[in-house]
């Protein structure tokens, strides 16, 4: 029973435009969502979070945004670079611990 | 090094062996946590540690899987007689207690069990 889903295995968009990656949750007991990238061949690296307090958080480039009646969030990348090519993670943590658990991933194709 | 660091970075082993992955932290860093990765999937939980405790080892699939951290830094997952459904990339990843979750992984142990 996955708490986590990502339900698009993978995303294309033109460089210079809006990504636009999705997430849902299953679970009300999260206390903090989290966003990852990874590139082949290499550990997930922590990219932005936000409270479940919150329902928007920006950093540079990457704006996460959380729709709690709707158990929903999603990542803003404006402009799209090449660079952002890559696997992104939602993540969530438990509101009573520091469990952390992952989605199934998106992979993002940044075109030229 | 500054970064998390796991070893070995490949391991190949025969159905039934027995596997030791090893997982250095970031120095201070006194959660430590396991995940598992199978081709096209995101990281499957398995245990995490606060301090030399394991807090919640509800995604360790069987008794075969057993991780430790005898002294609150380094951790060592063990995987006993094989099969070759174990095979994928096991990741470690450290952080300091409190925050959100900002983890830092290793790159990672790539078992293949043949």
């Known amino acids: 029973d996955q708490q986590v889903k990502q339900n698009s295995p993978s995303l294309s968009v033109q460089e210079g435009r809006i990504s636009i990656l999705n997430c849902d949750y299953t679970?009300?007991?999260?206390?903090?969502f989290l966003w990852y990238k990874k590139y082949p061949a290499e550990g997930p690296t922590f990219l932005i979070s936000?409270?479940?307090?919150?329902d928007k958080n920006e950093d540079g480039r990457f704006t996460v945004f959380l729709n709690k009646s709707a158990k929903h969030l999603s990542l803003h990348i404006v402009p799209s670079q090449p660079g952002d090519s890559a696997v992104y993670f939602c993540?969530?943590?438990?509101?009573?611990?520091?469990?952390?658990?992952f989605g199934k991933g998106t992979r993002l194709h940044i075109l030229p | 090094g500054a970064g998390v660091s796991q070893t070995p970075s490949n391991k190949v082993t025969e159905k039934g062996k027995y596997v030791e992955l090893r997982c250095d932290p970031i120095?201070?860093?006194?959660?430590l946590y396991w995940y598992r990765q199978s081709l096209g999937q995101g990281p499957e939980f398995l245990i995490y540690?606060?301090?030399?405790?394991?807090?919640?080892d509800s995604g360790l699939p069987n008794d075969r899987f057993f991780a430790v951290r005898p002294e609150g830094s380094v951790s060592t997952l063990k995987i006993q007689r094989t099969e070759r459904g174990d095979s994928a990339v096991y990741l470690c990843?450290?952080?300091?207690?409190?925050?959100?979750?900002?983890?830092?992984f290793g790159e990672g142990s790539r078992l293949t069990v043949l």
């Open positions: 993540a969530a943590r438990g509101l009573r611990d520091d469990k952390i658990i």
């Open positions: 679970n009300s007991m999260f206390d903090y």
């Open positions: 936000i409270s479940s307090i919150k």
């Open positions: 120095s201070g860093h006194t959660a």
């Open positions: 540690f606060q301090g030399t405790g394991a807090a919640d």
């Open positions: 990843a450290t952080k300091k207690t409190g925050g959100p979750g900002e983890l830092f």
